[in-house]
């Protein structure tokens, strides 16, 4: 059975699905962007999550996720994970992106959780290529081995931009 995969043009927070997955940074602290979006409507319970995350680990190193609360969101859970910051493309981005979306659909799965949706993680302040980026997305979601498991894998596009570009290369 093939994933579900469905493109829309949303703003995350109001998305209702087990859970949301938040382009958050290394340190758990919140930020702006979809992070801010995410704490500000999710409410204090999330950062209150996010300190016993740093308490016990220290933050979240760049592709790696971790899972909290949705709290006040309509999603059940966010996971969190940090996109790599855009330096060239010799740095590793590519790979770090990709382990972005492989972790999150993982640490998912091992949360029982089958309805999940995902920004554009790193295309915004963390200044990713868009068209690369919505490439890394795609091919990772649609190669995940257990992504039959899911019910439903959610593309949320912020930006027209990015929106175009996700139709374009799922039409292709
Ligand atoms: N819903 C869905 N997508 C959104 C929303 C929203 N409410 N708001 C923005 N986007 P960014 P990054 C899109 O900058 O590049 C934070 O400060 C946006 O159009 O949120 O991974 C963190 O704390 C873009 O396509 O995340 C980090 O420090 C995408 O989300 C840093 O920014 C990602 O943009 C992470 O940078």
Redesign the pocket.
Known sequence: MKTNIQLIQA???TIDVDVIVN???SSLL????????IHYKGGKTILDEYIAIRNKQGGCATGEAVITTGSNLPAKYVIHTV?PVWQGGNKNEAQLLEDCYTNSLRLAIENKLSSIAF????????RFPKEQAAMIAIQTIKNFPEGHQFEKVLL?C??EE?FLIYKRILEA
Do not use: C, E, L, R
């Open positions: 703003d995350i927070t382009a958050a940074n919140g930020g702006g962007g979809v992070d801010g979006a996109g920004p554009n993680i790193s295309t915004g302040i963390y949320v912020f930006d990015n």
